[in-house]
């Protein structure tokens, strides 16, 4: 079956430019996540979605960053004002609602902001 | 807060051992193991509950010591396909159902 899917794959942007980052999970996941990986550095949890539930968004670096999730699939990360800082790979990741179950990761955005 | 990975780095031989640590300032209810390959997505390993068993995937196996709040990957008989990152993603006992937090990685390289 189908993985979890992102687009773009690469965005290049002008500082100050607002971008949208979508990521379209995998079919039946209810577990939605981003994550932003920085050259060479590790996987800073940014936000996640279970369901109808309240988002935990608690890894958010500043209110210039913003996501939803429409209808509990597709999920939209949108990042105001860019600055190049925020450039790195953001990795969208899905998974089963049971606690030994894994997550599954897209092939990522490259942010590129010039 | 992050858990902390250790080594950063290691080079191995082909045929070589070698361990990752990945330790938690917090109690942890669940440890994941991923592995990421340069340009590609993390791939899941294993994951190890709190009061679950040693678990294994192929000649990497992991376990899970809930005391001392630290989980270790053990590289057996390395192979060339082991080269990667390894990423440890831990949830807390007090942490909401899916929030995993993620260490800085630990790459190995894997040399003939």
């Known amino acids: 079956g189908a993985g979890v899917s992102q687009s773009p794959s690469n965005k290049v942007t002008e500082k100050g430019k607002d971008v949208e980052l979508r990521c379209d999970p995998i079919s039946g996941h209810t577990a939605l996540y981003w994550y932003r990986q920085s050259l060479g550095q590790g996987l800073e949890f940014l936000i996640y979605?279970?369901?109808?539930?309240?988002?935990?968004k608690s890894g958010l670096p500043s209110d210039r960053f913003s996501a939803e999730r429409t209808g509990g699939s597709v999920s939209t990360l949108t990042i105001q004002r860019t600055q190049q800082e925020d450039s790195a790979v953001y990795l969208c990741?899905?998974?089963?609602?049971?606690?030994?179950?894994?997550?599954?990761f897209g092939n990522g955005t490259r942010l590129t902001v010039t | 807060q992050q858990p902390v990975q250790s080594p950063q780095a290691v080079i191995l031989r082909e045929g070589e051992d070698a361990v990752i640590n990945c330790s938690s300032s917090k109690a942890l209810y669940s440890v994941h193991w991923y592995r990421q390959k340069h340009g590609e997505a993390p791939v899941f390993l294993m994951i190890l509950l709190k009061g679950g068993e040693q678990m294994r995937h192929e000649k990497i196996s992991a376990s899970f010591n809930e005391k001392k709040q630290q989980s270790s990957l053990y590289l057996t008989a390395s192979q060339l396909s082991y080269s990667g990152t390894y990423f440890c993603g831990t949830r807390g006992t007090t942490d909401s159902w899916g929030k995993f937090q993620f260490g800085a990685g630990t790459q190995v390289v894997v040399t003939p």
């Open positions: 979605f279970q369901g109808n539930s309240a988002p935990d």
């Open positions: 990741a899905s998974r089963r609602t049971v606690d030994n179950s894994p997550l599954h």
